[in-house]
């Protein structure tokens, strides 16, 4: 029995700790920066925050939610990942119903699936993709932070795999019954896939609150991004002309710890639903990818 | 007619996802006739003129893509690697720990960066790594006396810090694939080895470790595909002109000589170059995974 064996011990010890420590360091970053969004400006700016807010302050948070540029961006997020979410999960629902077929109860099914799959492999590239954008006269307008994203392959080939294990009995002897595969989907197959959409839900969700690039390119007016591309342009690109501060709040506030809360706060939403996640997507994942 | 008639919901529901892709996804592919025009936006495809591969000689004799074409390829092969052997050697040492609640907790912290996007880690690294008292600096200065590195203001350090904080964020990620595979190790032969009386490294190394090379193969073959893909959003949310030289990957110069320079027809040639040698990378490396190890996606 090598479980009991002390060197076993002293190694199971060492392992437990050496795993606990680079864990730790995975969720660090974000620690540090959650203490620099409570600290006061004099402590952030002179660079003596480490894992614990220093002078505890919550005046960033109070700036940042008189903004009214983050919070209309803040919306505009919320919008495009509730529609968003719902229209992948319609959409994908659809396609995989008919996709999760055997050959011989839907010729052409291969046809479908290769034409999806190639997707996956290939594409047009950035420019003729814009064109195609704005011949479409989708630029400037909120929709195409939606449209394009509605068809997610890797999501439908999950949702596909998902289908293919529902017993063949139940659709059987719907159909003797007369009911239609539209009756078939709702009424036998969505019930019995409740998990599954939801992990597929959550990860939809969490990719449309993280997108960011399609707002920096397709919308020209700052007033119109999704949360992601304000932090992307506020933060990374440090493009201040959306914050307005007086003399007297810029004595007060400090750029670094106003970046940490807005940052703070465009991860808290992923940080929430990510206990739900984790309890999905470890079985999503090997449901779709591990298959013998 | 027979078919038709027995089949037609089937088709019906696959249109909406059908009709999408073949706008968003097949139309622009017709675009890439650009790569052959020198394209002017007001002279549309129609009007602008052909220069045959006049982009792609530009391609391959212009220094700076020829330096971008290195870059990727330098990033994106230490990124492979070490998001392979990474999580294959944590889900190993992982699996080791009895504790189940503990197990869980180091699980559950492990998969979190994966995700957060990069602009929320971008924002949070530029200023945890800033060589101007960023947290990462001050630490290694009173643990170590080291002066403070540029981690994303030296062409070197941006490379390796690219690599580091990308494996960061995605190594636990990776690891869920090995634990799965680790969970269907057949127990009997651990208890084989164990009435031979082999030592809990020799079960590691004669059963733990052959069972996961068949997954690490995939893994490491479906990842070929990337091999020109060192990360778009990572390098866009981390590099600076300070860094261009070396950090400056393919999907950022297209970004750049499009949008900024208004080079259209060149960028269009650049990013089917490599959309081209991306896509017959991944249909090697399917074949490959298939082959070697069985794999199939459906």
Sequence with gaps: MYHKTLPYRIFNIVNTCFLLAVALMCVIPLIHVLAVSFSAKSAADGNLVGLWPVDFSTVAYEKTIDNPVFLHSLWVAVKRTVIGTAGILVVACLAAYPLSKENAQFRGRSVYAWVFVFTMIFNGGLVPFYIVIQSLHLIDSFWVLVLPGLVNVWLIILLMNFFRGVPKELEEAALIDGAGHLGILARVYLPVSLPALATLGLFAMVWHWNSWFDGLLYLSNKQDYPLATYLQTVIVSRDMSSMSFSKQEFDLLSQKTINAAQIFIGALPVLIVYPFLQKFFVKGLVMGSVKE | ?298
């Design chain 2, 1 to 298: 007619m027979r078919y038709l008639r027995r089949t037609w919901p089937f088709h019906l529901m696959i249109l909406p996802a059908l009709a999408l892709l073949i706008v968003f996804n097949y139309i622009p592919m017709g675009g890439i006739v650009m790569a052959f025009q020198d394209y002017k936006p007001w002279l549309h495809i129609s009007g602008s003129e052909w220069i045959g591969l006049d982009n792609f000689r530009a391609l391959f004799e212009r220094e700076d893509s020829l330096q971008v074409i290195w870059n990727t390829f330098l990033i994106s092969v230490f990124k492979i690697v070490f998001n392979l052997l990474t999580p294959f050697a944590f889900a190993i040492l992982l699996n080791e720990v009895r504790a189940r609640f503990l197990g869980r907790t180091i699980q559950t912290l492990v998969y979190l960066p994966h995700f957060l996007s990069w602009v929320i880690l971008g924002g949070i690294l530029v200023e945890f790594l800033s060589s101007d008292g960023g947290f990462v600096n001050r630490v290694l200065h009173e643990l170590f006396g080291i002066k403070p590195i540029f981690f994303l203001g030296d062409g070197n350090w941006f490379r390796f810090t690219v690599v580091v904080s990308e494996v960061w964020k995605e190594f636990g990620y990776g690891t869920i694939v090995f634990l799965a595979a680790l969970a269907n190790i057949n127990p009997s032969l651990y208890e084989a080895a164990e009435m031979d009386g082999a030592s809990r490294w020799r079960q590691t190394l004669h059963i733990t470790i052959p069972s996961l090379v068949p997954m690490a193969i995939v893994v490491g073959t479906l990842s070929l595909g990337n091999i020109l893909n060192a990360g778009f959003d990572q390098i866009f949310n981390l590099y600076n002109s300070l860094v261009m030289d070396k950090g400056d990957i393919i999907d950022t110069f297209v970004y750049r000589t499009a949008i900024n320079d208004g080079q259209f027809g060149f960028a269009t040639a650049v990013g089917l170059f490599k959309s081209v040698i991306s896509m017959v990378l991944i249909v090697i490396s399917y074949r490959l995974a298939y082959k070697l190890a069985n794999y199939r996606v459906f």
